[in-house]
């Protein structure tokens, strides 16, 4: 009785209705192509633009350093002084001999005054005419190589002195007061290295080359005119150096020991905040993509074959899409090949997406790339967040793919 009555009740009950699949909220963007201004990154290092080594340029006895090690020294400023005396003395020396000289050159030309005359009258010898001749002659020429001599004893003396001969960042000194210093190798005694203006220096290796090479060709990527880049140094804080360089210099051929391309860019210094030596980055600017087609990288998916995009259809429903990806631009993907101006693209919740789905798209303005929103901002705040992207590429600002 009780089994009966449960089947009948069974027999009379509805049937289990199914719930279907709610709307997934997404957003979405609309491929336009636009020039897209680009940079790139480099490590970069410091380098003094005019580095001196201070020598003895005389052999003497050090007498005192006159310099703070490591400190900025002026143009004409005394940085050692080597005793004096030994240099005064043969100054002396050589003024007496030129007193003498002159002496002698006196009398030789009071004589050929006396003796030109009694030649004309026949009263001496042609021989005494040409002894007075030559006895002036050579007096004359003792005077000048005494007044060489005295010249050069002056300057002897004024090596002595030894100034740097620009402004800049000293070293530390080689060589201590009594040391005897002689000209040539052993007689370095410290360096001066100019901070203002400095260069900055980085590589381009042969494989960025050829394929900036090959985008220019392909109108993928546009250089300044005269490859006039502008050079932004942002230094291991994260601080940027508030006067940007610009590249004056490029190596005529590749490194045979890295295969690398040097570039150096110059870069004014006045509050000597970069030092000869220092690891910077450096931000080469100028560059373009003509007709780019930028996608926030969060749209772009990878699967096992390549990566792809969920594009919309006319009727709203996503559809993959197998996409080409470049570089990176600071949080967006340029996409080379896959996509045509016009098309929507899911940016937001594309990883919960899949054919045919039921969408609702919530915002569009806000799947816009960051490019839109960073175009009016300084150009290094962009770089400095890309750079904090983990899977970093090819080192550029305009990064490669992971």
């Known amino acids: ?53 201070i020598r003895a340029r005389v052999a003497g006895f050090l007498e005192k350093r006159m310099y703070t090690e490591g400190a900025l020294v002026k143009a004409g400023q005394v940085l050692f002084q080597m005793d004096r005396r030994p240099f005064e003395a043969a100054l002396s020396s050589a003024q007496g001999q030129l007193a003498q000289q002159q002496a002698r050159w006196e009398v030789a030309k009071a004589t050929l005054a006396r003796v030109r005359p009694l030649a004309q009258q026949n009263a001496v010898s042609k021989m005494d005419l040409d002894n007075a001749v030559g006895d002036e002659r050579q007096t004359q020429a003792a005077v000048l190589a005494a007044q060489g001599q005295v010249r050069t004893e002056q300057l002897n003396l004024g090596y002595t002195t030894i100034t740097s001969p620009l402004t800049g960042l000293s070293s530390f000194a080689k060589k201590q007061e009594g040391s005897y210093l002689t000209p040539g190798e052993s007689g370095l005694l410290t360096t001066v290295a100019q901070m203002d203006p400095i260069y900055v220096n980085f590589s381009l290796s042969e494989n960025e080359t050829l394929k900036y090479r090959s985008e220019i060709a392909a109108g993928q990527l546009e250089f ?15 601080s940027i150096m508030p ?44 560059a373009s993509r003509p007709n780019a087609i930028l996608v926030p990288q969060r749209a772009v998916l990878e699967g096992p074959r390549s990566h792809y995009v969920w594009v919309l259809d006319a009727d709203a429903k996503p559809e993959q899409r197998m996409v080409e990806v470049g570089d990176w631009n600071n949080q967006d993907w340029f996409i080379t090949k896959g996509l045509q101006v016009g098309e929507r693209v899911v940016v937001d919740g594309a990883l919960r997406v899949f054919p045919g789905a039921k969408l609702n798209i919530v915002d569009s303005a806000a799947a816009q790339p960051a490019a839109d929103a960073d175009s009016t901002g300084h150009p290094a705040a962009a770089a400095l967040s890309a750079t904090a992207t983990p899977n970093e590429g090819s080192g550029t600002v305009s990064r490669r793919q992971p």
């Open 1 to 53: 009785m009780v089994l009966a009555t449960g089947s009948l009740l069974w027999g009379c009950g509805k049937e289990p209705v199914s719930t279907p699949p709610s709307a997934t909220d997404v957003t979405v963007m609309t491929v336009t192509a636009r020039n897209t201004p680009v940079m790139f990154e480099f490590v970069a290092q410091t380098q003094s633009s005019r580095e001196v080594e």
């Open 224 to 238: 300044p005119a005269n490859q006039n880049f502008e050079v932004e140094v942002v230094l291991a804080d994260g």
């Open 243 to 286: 006067d940007r360089g610009r590249v004056d210099f490029t190596a005529p051929s590749f490194s045979s020991q890295t295969g690398t391309f040097l570039v150096r860019a110059v870069v004014a210094n006045p509050q000597g905040k970069l030092r000869p030596g220092q690891f910077v980055r450096a931000l080469a600017i100028g």
